[in-house]
């Protein structure tokens, strides 16, 4: 079965392992960079980006990572997870792996509806999810080689029409929603089926 290494900051980790468990995969929390040592694929939670991107700096776990992901190891990212995933991220020069060929917008939903649950179609899966969104980023731009698998209409939070909230880019996937903070393991399956 594949290891999979959860970054293990700061944030939502634990919730992803439950899911990855439950799922059959073996989990790796990954504090240290020999942490990174023999895994199969890397998911990053939600949390704050700004600080789990400083600590990958800091612990001298930003450049490794960054290799073993242009050397083609999949990667999934919700939320923080996706930002830190995205080459460009909108009137920001924090730290990022940017392996993922999208712009992001944080904190995109507006103060007074930051956090709302709605039912969500996703690209190759036959039910909607649950998209949980916790002060949750936008893509606001996808390069050629990437899959737009989710969008979500702005209208009730302020904006207009649908905007981009989850992505495939061959081996890595990335949501602006949680799926580890509900009982859905679709995804998590998803990403699973990505490392075969
Ligand atoms: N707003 C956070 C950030 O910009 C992301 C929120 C989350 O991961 N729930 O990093």
């Given at each position: 079965m594949a290891l999979i290494g959860v970054l293990a900051l700061q944030g939502a980790f634990r919730e992803h392992e439950k899911a990855l468990r439950s799922?059959?995969?073996e989990v790796r929390e990954l504090r240290q960079p020999q942490h990174l040592e023999g895994i199969d694929g890397l998911v990053i939670p939600g949390g704050e980006s700004t600080t789990i991107g400083k600590l990958l700096v800091e612990l001298n776990m930003m450049e490794p990572l960054k290799r073993r992901l242009l050397d083609g190891m999949p990667a999934y990212g919700s939320c923080a997870?996706?930002?830190l995933l995205c080459r460009d991220i909108e009137d920001s020069e924090?730290?990022?792996l940017g392996v993922l060929d999208a712009t992001v917008r944080r904190n995109a939903f507006g103060r007074q509806v930051d956090s709302f649950e709605t039912s969500l179609p996703v690209k190759g899966l036959d039910e909607p999810v649950q998209?949980?969104?916790i002060r949750a980023p936008l893509i606001t731009r996808v390069g050629s080689g990437v899959d737009v698998l989710a969008r979500v209409d702005m209208a009730p939070h302020g904006g207009a029409g649908?905007?981009?909230v989850a992505v495939r880019q061959d081996r890595i996937l990335a949501t602006s929603f949680h799926p580890e903070l509900t009982?859905?393991?679709?995804?998590?399956q998803y990403f699973l089926d990505m490392l075969a």
């Open positions: 799922l059959g995969a997870g996706l930002i924090q730290p990022r998209g949980v969104f649908e905007e981009i009982p859905d393991t679709r995804l998590h």
